[in-house]
């Protein structure tokens, strides 16, 4: 194997997975460690690496070449894609390590771990060698030194994790996908996937919610105190925020929205209403709306907004004043592939089309999938009996209420019930 004789683990943590060939097959996101029965330093046995469509599986140390900070490279371009499973004598090494609160030998110092080193000795046998400890100096405006000291001299690292400290494995998740954090937390244990969730922002933590089952998404709000559930549901998409509020008993749902601001509360109210497996229940109040006076070059400009993904970014709706659902008189949309070709000056009043019949909020979820597919949209219009916008059903929203309930989530054998590949199953 090409690579230092020491490697510092939490700095691998996102690092790309190459084939011989050069083509990334995946991320690392954990190191593998044995359990011995002495008190050595368990061994390093592999790495966890995420593939495509989050499945994370086992690459056995033998099997790459080499590891630095850029790369990790593999000497074979096959692969087994067995879903990693972690066994009893195993221990996932930033999962478990990071954070735990340790004491330096001699003199009892306290101190936090904040990386692992694994050392690779004369025989080729890679271990845990080395643990970077922060000192604890009770002060908030002060941070401890730094100590790299041999596993055996520290206290506290053997036993079930401790689930106080968060700080380094935020470190380690903060630039995952939404979706791809949402799949790391569930591998947690409930308490660590609580304190973790705990500890990210409002909007962060909106998105994440976004891409977990609902038992996992109720349990973590159930965690927050309610006035920060109250704000962490003004952060989602209305209509995530009103999936979520429908698996909560009705008193509970009626104390969050009351704690919410009441712009906020209303359009989710509004969704509550709604007879699910309908346009109405599964749609966005808050599609990109604009008047037919507005230009071109206005409406390129509001579907560049980041904010904004990219099924609500790829058309805008026209309507009479006022822009905030439920509209004026609904008049037709616009794909951004036609603002692209159109003058930056022209009105979208002279460009919008309106030969596809909107939706109604009681239409049911199958005939949304065949008139969807049927003139390959991405989202469409959903009006009232007015013929005012209330908003707009996307492809995502389709897929999301198509798929089984339980397509987010994992057996208790750590298999995906329907579709989707999680953390398991090591070969090593």
């Not at 660590?192 to 409002?202: P, S, Y």
């Not at 089309?353 to 991405?378: G, K, Q, S």
Request: hydrophobic share 40%.
């Amino acid at each position: 194997m090409s690579t230092p004789t020491r490697v510092y683990l939490a700095r691998l943590a996102g690092v790309a997975v190459f084939d011989p060939n050069g083509d990334q097959v995946g991320r690392v996101r954990d190191a593998v460690g044995r359990l011995r029965p002495t008190q050595r330093p368990p061994e390093v046995v592999g790495l966890v690496a995420e593939m495509p469509m989050r499945r994370r599986i086992f690459l056995s140390l033998n099997r790459i070449t080499s590891i630095d900070a850029d790369a990790v490279v593999l000497g074979s371009g096959t692969l087994n894609l067995r879903r990693f499973e972690k066994r009893p004598n195993e221990l996932l090494v930033l999962q478990e390590l990071l954070d735990r609160r340790v004491q330096i030998d001699p003199g009892g110092q306290a101190g936090s771990v904040v990386d692992v080193a694994m050392e690779c000795s004369r025989g080729g046998e890679w271990s845990l060698a080395r643990v970077a400890v922060r000192e604890q100096t009770g002060r908030l405006t002060r941070r401890g030194h730094l100590h790299q000291v041999e596993w055996e001299r520290v206290r506290g690292l053997s036993g079930i994790a401790d689930s106080r400290g968060t700080a380094n494995l935020l470190s380690v998740l903060e630039d995952m996908r939404p979706a791809d954090l949402a799949n790391a937390l569930q591998d947690l244990p409930d308490a660590r996937r609580n304190e973790v969730a705990a500890a990210l922002d409002d909007e962060r933590l909106a998105d994440v919610l976004s891409e977990l089952p609902e038992h996992d998404q109720v349990e973590i709000l159930a965690a927050l105190d309610r006035e920060r559930a109250a704000d962490v549901l003004e952060e989602m998409d209305p209509d995530d925020a009103a999936d979520l509020l429908s698996e909560l008993p009705p008193p509970e749902q009626d104390v969050l929205l009351d704690l919410m601001q009441p712009d906020e509360a209303d359009p989710v109210r509004q969704l509550l209403k709604y007879t699910p497996g309908t346009a109405g229940s599964v749609m966005t109040s808050e599609p990109v709306i604009l008047p037919p006076d507005a230009t071109v070059a206005e409406a390129l400009a509001r579907i560049r907004e980041p904010q904004l993904s990219p099924a609500i970014a790829a058309q805008v709706f026209v309507s009479r004043a006022p822009m905030t659902t439920p509209t004026g008189r609904y008049l037709g949309m616009v794909h951004f592939q036609r603002l692209l070709r159109e003058p930056p000056a022209d009105l979208l009043g002279g460009i919008v089309v309106n030969d596809i019949d909107p939706l109604r909020p009681t239409t049911p979820l199958p005939e949304i999938t065949r008139r969807m597919a049927t003139y390959d949209l991405v989202a469409m219009p959903v009006i009232d009996r007015n013929n005012r916008l209330v908003g707009a059903v996307t492809v995502d929203d389709v897929l999301d209420h198509l798929l089984p309930r339980d397509w987010r989530d994992r057996d208790a054998a750590g298999h995906p019930r329907t579709v989707e590949p999680t953390l398991d199953g090591a070969d090593g």
